[in-house]
């Protein structure tokens, strides 16, 4: 992998993993979708049948697998808040890079969202409290924050080009 994008759902991860991956001519992908077609169902019915802590395996063993192919991963919302995941990400020398939304920016994103599991079942108060707990988590695995509230996806996917040649260069300083 190139680069690891990670934070709450609907902060931005698929859409910029995508325009990321085109202007870096890679592939892109995303951890939901390899988990779909390792489990051969759509996550909604692996959290019905199976639930959280089958996923949560799951999704280990995919990202496990994942970072070594080459491209840009973009995770789910709550892959770097699970101890073995963190462990993956913060272990490997892909960077991770958190995409950070406000409360308000989340809620617009998600609210009419069913193939989310989480909005299905937490109200707005649980959802934002999820989204607080996760930040410290998102933070630690972090290598690069930014906020995304303000800038269209073509900006954000500027920004981690620029930040990504910067350290380049100076890995080979």
Sequence with gaps: ????????????????????????????????????????????????????????????????????????????????????NAAILTASPVPVIWLEASDQTILQRVQNDDQRPLVNELDTQALLALKQRRAALYARAADLVIQTDQLAPQQIVTRIQTWLGERRVAAQA
Excluded: C, W
Excluded at 37 to 65: C, K, S, V, W
């Design 1 to 84: 992998m190139r680069a690891i994008l990670i934070g709450f759902m609907g902060s931005g991860k698929t859409t910029v993993g995508r325009l990321l991956a085109a202007a870096l001519a890679t592939k892109h992908a995303d951890l939901d979708d390899l988990i779909v077609q390792r489990a051969g169902q759509p996550i909604t019915a692996i959290f019905d049948q199976h639930g959280e802590a089958y996923f949560r395996q799951l999704e280990q063993r995919t990202l496990a697998n994942a970072i070594h192919q080459p491209g840009i991963l973009s995770t789910g919302g709550g892959t770097p808040t699970i101890d073995s």
